[in-house]
């Protein structure tokens, strides 16, 4: 007699919060050559901050530029082509923070190559370099698949974070939490998993992205959670 396949047990999705916390280094740059070296030395932890830390932080108004970098080189230097070159740079298309490094300093020793004098900055508006402490809080809610349609709409932009931001750098796969989670499943959810695996990280806020990942759940999903 045959015996019966064990179902897979996958558990349920624990929703965190949290909280991003800003700390000084007390490394500042104050002209351009400067704010190359400083990034040869500047822990990891700090490069991370200032791509993906204003996501979390309060603003009236959309930021000109996604990186600290870039509003700097802009609004201190005023260097508008570097500012240009420094926003393009996508932190996702770099595997880790040393790559991303690299092309920082590469991008900057390109601009000091071609400008006749340094961009300095006014003693007022130097280059701060801080780095950033998570703060994780467990919600206690829980989910299951099908509930995902209607919680996805109610989780704060800390969640999206830490589930879909912050995972990757602690993910040995490199994926959100969400697909982490899904994979589990096996190939059940694999066209919500590649539908999530394609949303823009970088170029759009917590907001858009808790919207696109509502809408695939609900598109995927349906309301059967409801």
């Not at 808790?210 to 059967?224: K, M, Y």
Request: aromatic letters at 10%.
């Amino acid at each position: 007699m045959q015996k019966k396949r064990n179902k897979k047990v996958v558990s349920p999705f624990a929703i965190m919060d949290c909280a991003l916390i800003a700390i000084a280094t007390g490394i500042r740059a104050q002209n351009l050559r400067e704010l190359r070296d400083r990034l040869m030395t500047i822990p990891p932890g700090s490069i991370y901050y200032h791509f993906w830390g204003g996501l979390m932080m309060p603003r009236l108004e959309e930021p000109e530029f996604n990186n600290d970098f870039a509003a700097w080189t802009r609004h201190a230097l005023h260097d508008h082509v570097l500012a240009e070159r420094l926003a393009m740079i996508d932190p996702t298309a770099f595997p880790d923070m040393e790559e991303l490094r690299q092309e920082l300093i590469e991008v900057i020793e390109r601009r000091l190559e071609e400008v006749e004098m340094v961009p300095w900055a006014k003693v007022d508006h130097q280059f701060y370099f801080k780095r950033s402490k998570i703060v994780i809080f467990n919600t206690k809610k829980i989910a299951d698949p099908l509930m995902l349609p209607p919680i996805m709409p109610t989780l704060s932009r800390g969640s999206i974070f830490y589930h879909f931001i912050d995972a990757r750098r602690r993910a040995p796969i490199g994926v959100d939490d969400f697909s982490a989670w899904l994979m589990g499943f096996d190939d059940q959810y694999a066209t919500l998993r590649e539908a999530i695996g394609a949303i823009d990280l970088y170029f759009t806020t917590l907001a858009e992205i808790r919207q696109r990942l509502s809408s695939l759940c609900t598109e995927h999903l349906g309301g059967a959670g409801q």
